[in-house]
C-alpha cells in the first residue's frame, strides 16, 4: 500500500525548545521510529514542515548585513535538503542497509492570480520594532504586520497547483525508494509574465502541498502526523470531544482554527472527497495504530457522518 506521511513541525521540534542541530536530530530519531515499522510494509513518502527551520535561517540572515537576505524560494530549498539528510540517515538506521532512500526538491507552482496575494497573512522570520519594520517595508516592499507589541514579515499563502517533480517521485517509488519530499509544502515557483518560471516569496502550506501529493501519487492511505492524538470539536474547552471517524462532509460543519488544526482538516477532506481513499489526523506514536483504524481521526466517503472517540 501507498502511503503518505506529512509530520508536523512537532517532529522536527518540540515546542520551547532551542533550535539546535542536536534537538532536530533527537526529534528526527523519535519520529524515525514510529515511521520504521510503516516503511518496512508499505511504500512511503515522507513530507514534513519546515517552519522554524526557515525562521532560524531568517534570523541568522539579518545578523549579516553585509549582503540581502535570501528569498524565501532558496531558503526552502536549503531546509527540504538538511531536513531529508537527517530523516535519511535515522530512518536509514532502522530499516534493512538494501532499502534505498532518496530525497527530492520539490518544487511546487502557484497561481499568480491566486487571492492569497492580495491579502499577505502567513508571518516569517524574526520580529521587529516598529521603527525597523517600517524601514524594511520602505526598502524591501515587505507587507509587516502588528505582532504583539512588535511587527513580523507577513507573506502570501497561495494553494498548490502543480509539484514538478511528481513523476521522478513515481519512478523512485516503483523502484521501491523510501521519498521524502515536499518539504515544508514545497519550493514556491510561479511563471512570469515572459514565461520562465522564478521562485515566488510565499509559504506554502505543507498540509495542502501534501494532500496534492497523496492525490497525484494515488496513495491509498494519507496521514498528517501532529501532536495530537485526534481531532477535537471545543479544542482546550471542558467540554471537547475528539472525532474517531467522520465524512468529508460531516468534518466540514464545524470551524477550527486556521493557524492550526484548520489547515489540516481541509486537506483530510479534500484528499478523502476527491479520492474515495482515506485521509488521517493523529499523534505521530499513534501511526502504526492510524494505519490499522485503531487511532487518530480517520476522514472516508465511507463514514456516514461523525463517529465520536
Known sequence: MRVVVALGGNALLRRGEPMTAVNQRANVKIAAQALAPVAREHQLVISHGNGPQVGLLALQASAYKEVEPYPLD????????????????????????????????????????DAAFQKPDKPIGPVYGEE????????????????????????????????????????????????????G????????????????????????????????????????????????????????????????????????????MGPKVEAAREFADRTGKTAAIGALADITAILQGRAGTLVSREVPGIEWA
Open 74 to 113: 532558496v531558503l526552502g530549498a536549503q531546509t527540504e535538503g538538511s531536513i531529508g539528510y537527517m530523516i535519511e540517515q535515522e530512518l536509514g538506521n532502522l530499516v534493512p542497509f538494501e532499502v534505498p532512500f532518496a530525497t527530492v526538491l520539490t518544487m511546487v507552482e502557484v497561481d499568480p492570480k
Open 132 to 183: 525597523e519594520a517600517r524601514r524594511l517595508a520602505a526598502e524591501r516592499g515587505w507587507v509587516m504586520a502588528p505582532d504583539g507589541d512588535r511587527f513580523r514579515r507577513v507573506v502570501p499563502s497561495p494553494l498548490p497547483k502543480r509539484i514538478f517533480e511528481i513523476r521522478p517521485i513515481k519512478w523512485l517509488l516503483e523502484r521501491g525508494t523510501i521519498v521524502i519530499c515536499a518539504g
Open 185 to 260: 509544502g514545497g519550493i514556491p515557483t510561479m511563471y512570469g509574465e515572459d514565461g520562465k518560471l522564478h521562485g515566488a516569496e510565499v509559504v506554502i502550506d505543507k498540509d495542502r502541498a501534501s494532500a496534492l501529493l497523496a492525490r497525484e501519487l494515488e496513495a491509498a492511505f494519507f496521514i498528517m502526523a501532529t501532536d495530537v492524538s485526534a481531532v477535537q470539536v471545543d479544542w482546550g474547552k471542558p467540554g471537547a470531544k475528539a472525532i474517531r471517524r467522520a465524512s468529508p462532509a460531516g468534518l466540514g460543519r464545524f470551524g477550527f482554527a486556521a493557524g492550526s
